[in-house]
């Protein structure tokens, strides 16, 4: 397997425009995480998926955030519209979670480094 | 929702010393600790882990030791090498059997020769 898989790895952009990241998560893994890392404040959770179904999204700081799974195989995170303060490193990553015999090891993406202007 | 608190946020060693970082955490139902390695412009990755039924696990230069009681765990690397600089972050599920890490602010960890 490739590995999780996202896209754009690098966006800039106005303040205003809207933004779009997109995942690819590990074959056969049923749990989706996006992440925001800054310097700031680390490593943030925003949402998480299971099964396709957003269980927790607490942690989407503003409604001009939203995310989708549409199915198991691919996820967005939209921004809209976006701000300066949004800069930042977003993963994806996947998991088969904590069921029986699985380690709940998170598998991460490479990231997308988004720069708003 | 849980609260982990990771310290110290950099720590400098010299090669062949040892390093320790230590995390604690709110929730007493947590039962998994791993910690991620990030080393720069990278992804973290998973390098150990740890589960509420042992106190200790070793994986060759790492170790991990747990106190529930307390509520707080601790990353060990003995015999610190240039590649071991990276950042290193603890984390702990929201809960028994929670799917959501909660991760700590991350420890710079510098590796001098």
């Known amino acids: 397997d490739a590995g999780v898989i996202q896209s754009p790895r690098h966006e800039v952009t106005e303040m205003g425009q ?3 990241l997109r995942c690819k998560p590990i074959s056969g893994h049923n749990s ?3 992440y925001r890392q800054t310097m700031m ?3 943030e959770l925003l949402i998480y998926f299971n099964n396709n179904v957003p269980i927790d999204d607490s942690g989407m700081p503003e409604d001009r955030f939203s995310a989708k799974m549409p199915n198991a195989s691919f996820s967005t995170l939209k921004i809209q519209p976006s701000e300066p303060r949004d800069s930042a490193v977003y993963f994806c990553a996947s998991s088969l979670g904590l069921l029986a015999g699985n380690t709940g090891e998170l598998f991460f993406g490479e990231g997308s480094r988004l720069t708003v202007l | 929702g849980e609260n982990v608190e990771q310290h110290p946020s950099t720590l400098s060693v010299q090669e062949g010393d040892s390093a320790v970082i230590k995390c604690t955490y709110s ?3 947590s039962n998994y600790f ?3 390695k990030q080393e720069l412009g990278k992804r973290p990755q998973l390098i150990i882990d740890i589960r509420s039924n042992v106190g200790e696990k070793k994986d060759q230069r790492i170790a991990v030791t747990l106190n529930k009681t307390a509520k707080h765990f601790s990353l060990h690397i003995t015999e610190t090498q240039p590649e071991d600089s990276a950042v290193y972050f603890c984390a702990a599920p929201s809960g028994a059997g929670s799917y959501q890490l909660t991760f700590g602010k991350g420890t710079k960890l510098s590796v001098i020769p």
Request: net charge negative; glycine share 6%.
């Open chain 1, 41 to 43: 404040r680390g490593l």
């Open chain 1, 32 to 34: 989706l995480f996006w």
């Open chain 1, 18 to 20: 809207e933004v779009t």
């Open chain 2, 34 to 36: 791993p910690w991620y």
């Open chain 2, 27 to 29: 929730d007493s139902a």
